[in-house]
Each structure stands twice: as C-alpha cells, then as structure tokens.
C-alpha cells in the first residue's frame, strides 16, 4: 500500500562522498555516535542511515528530516566556514561531497520497518510532470513487490541538487533492498538502453540523465530531532 505524508512533513537528504577507506570513516561515525557531545547537526536530524557506495572507497549518508528549514539549516552546517565544514578537511573525508535531497510525497510499504543491514538504492531523474509522476510512483507497489522491494520513498527535488536535470522536476526515490542481490536484479531494470526505462524516455515520461547510489549494508542512528 501506499502511503501520502502530509506535504512538507518528511525530506531525505543524501550525502555522497569518498574516504580514505570504509573502516576508517566507520570508526569515526561509531565516535560520532557514542561522544557526549554530539556534532551540531544531530539535532536536526531525526534518523541517520547510512553505509557503503562503492566498498571501501565511498559512502552514503542519509538525512531524515520533519521539516525543511532543518534540512536547510544542516545543509549549511556543512558550508565552508560552518560548524561542520571542518569535516572536509579531515584526511578520512575526500572530495567532492555532493548532496541530493527530496520531499517525500508517497510511501509505499509504509509499516514495513528500515532494519540494519538492509541495502538502499538511491535513484534520480527528469519527468516533465512531477505530479503526475508521483500518481504513478504511488500506483506502482505491485511492480515493487515483485522486484522484491521492502519499502520505498518518492518524492520531487528540493534545494540544490547535484543531480538535478537541465530540463523538466527532477524527481528522486529511495527504495529499500533485503539485500545487494536484489538491489542488483532492480538495478538491471534501472538503465536507459534496458526495455522498460527506453520506452518511458522514447515517450518523454522520463528525462535523462538516470542516476543511481548505492547506500548499504546500512547502519542506523538517531538524532535528536
């Protein structure tokens, strides 16, 4: 089933970028986590997940905001000159850190529970029609259970987006894998020469270019929010 939040009352930032290996960036988010004083974006955060892109060379990280000024208000946390600009400068941290964050308009699968170990996938494209995009990501939850989807977040583009398309609303969805298998069936579908995507963009539903993270086995934490 699929779900409608209230407009506004739900964002999911990602955040992208290299390190100098997994175990040590991991090392130092579990420090992160257990000091008892936390980074000052803890706060506005009301859940992190996050985990490996590319093992042992990049991460994802995922902000699950209530509201958009505090998504807005993390965002420049982590500007040069912010509180958490510094962060770039640290050797485990390579650049470039790029960011993509949604509001998320529908749910599907909403009572199902985002568990450690779980692997995301993080896609984006163009649509000429947002609305009419998100009435169809809602109508879409048989298609995802045979794809073995556990849950999934849809939404349209807020702020600015790395991967935001020249032309059209960019539109982004955050489905939710059992595991790296399944998230690589999905993927094989996910891909502008594959049947399924070369139709929708031959009819112009769907404007390149696609994109696509990988954020998993994931671990979670709470914020403050």
């Excluded at 939850?141 to 073995?148: C, D, F, Q, S, Y």
């Amino acid at each position: 089933m699929a779900a409608r939040p209230a407009s506004g009352s739900m964002f999911i930032q990602v955040a992208s970028h290299g390190v100098s290996g997994y175990a040590a960036w991991k090392g130092m988010v579990d420090g992160m986590v257990a000091a008892p004083e936390k980074p000052p974006h803890f706060p506005l955060v009301k859940e992190f997940w996050a985990g490996p892109n590319v093992m042992p060379s990049s991460i994802n990280v995922c902000h699950i905001f209530d509201s958009q000024e505090k998504l807005q208000e993390c965002t420049k946390m982590f500007a040069p000159g912010g509180p958490m600009g510094e962060l770039t400068s640290n050797p485990i941290i390579k650049p470039p850190m790029t960011w993509n964050q949604f509001d998320v308009r529908v749910v599907v699968n909403e009572a199902n529970e985002v568990e450690e170990g779980m692997v995301l996938g993080v896609y984006a494209h163009g649509v000429p029609d947002a609305d009419a995009w998100v009435d169809l990501f809602a109508g879409s939850t048989e298609v995802m259970e045979k794809l073995g989807i556990v849950k999934s977040y849809g939404g349209v583009m807020v702020e600015d987006c790395a991967w935001a398309p020249e032309k059209g609303t960019g539109v982004m969805v955050v489905h939710v894998f059992k595991d790296l298998n399944h998230k690589h069936e999905h993927d094989t579908m996910f891909d502008a020469t594959a049947p399924f995507f070369a139709d929708l963009i031959e009819k112009g539903a769907v404007i390149q270019p696609l994109h696509s993270s990988t954020c998993g086995p994931l671990f979670k934490f709470s914020g403050s929010a």
